[in-house]
């Protein structure tokens, strides 16, 4: 990116963010357009300053979605924004987690990186619609012994 256009994106941030008030803003990288995980870092970074309360990699619904590099990436500039000025900024990865072991990859990705608050739904939230089933999954094979798609049928 240009830097008008880098300087363009931090403008329209702080504009949404003195519209939302109190309210809290999530930013939107999209992060598989950003090119560079160091643009993805600027990216993250150029978010917070201008007023973003949570940062989200995607709407989950692009061709790249959420990745741990990406992911890691966007935390430790989490990690450098709390740093610099004391400011819990949450973080939601999208799209491309519907597997719980690779959910619990991210739980402990941001449990190591940042610590146990952001480990709570105020600051981490995953934006993964189909982990849901997974989950559910896994749950019923941990109290039955059998995964749910094969629970409820019957043997012929």
Known sequence: MLNEEWETLYNQISKARAACGEAHLKVILGTGELGTLNNVARASMLAMMAGADFIKTSTGKESVNATLPVSLTMVRMIRTYYEMTGYKIGYKPAGGISAAKTAIQYLLMMKEELGNDWIQPDLFRFGASSLLTD?????????TGRYAAYAHQPLV
Do not use: F, M, N, V
């Open 135 to 143: 989950i559910e999954r896994q749950l019923e094979h941990c109290a």
